[in-house]
């Protein structure tokens, strides 16, 4: 499967955003799918994962209340809507197509990123 994040940009502390990934293939709902982002300087981290029907969403605790994963099977998307945007949630986010899981290990497809960034 191949995967194309989007969305990203530039917003305000407070703002909000919503991040899309495009999946090419059949297999689309084969997959649990997950949002993870790394910060200029850090290691990559897990952010958000949802399960291949939809019906379950895990989150790290920094994007609890804020962040709200969801995905489409009939067209192939994941979203990721971010409210209440803090300056830490700056950085690179990438979507990845896996087993459900938090771990990078539990993903072998990855998109390509997109930068949010958010100012003070």
């Known amino acids: 499967v191949q995967l194309q994040a989007s969305g990203g940009g530039l917003v305000q502390v407070g703002g909000s955003l919503r991040l899309s990934c495009a999946a090419s293939?059949?297999?689309?709902?084969?997959?649990?799918m997950a949002w993870f982002r790394q910060a200029p300087g850090k290691e990559r981290e897990f952010v958000a994962v949802?399960?291949?029907?939809?019906?379950?969403?895990y989150y790290t605790d920094p994007v609890k209340g804020r962040f709200t994963i969801s995905r489409d099977n009939a067209k192939n998307m994941v979203y990721l809507q971010m409210n209440s945007l803090k300056a830490e949630d700056t950085a690179v986010y990438y979507c990845?197509?896996?087993?459900?899981?938090?771990?990078?290990?539990?993903?072998?497809?990855w998109g390509q990123g997109t930068l949010v960034t958010v100012s003070s």
């Open positions: 990845a197509a896996g087993a459900y899981g938090s771990h990078l290990g539990s993903y072998a497809y």
């Open positions: 949802i399960n291949r029907s939809g019906e379950n969403q």
């Open positions: 293939g059949r297999t689309f709902s084969s997959y649990a």
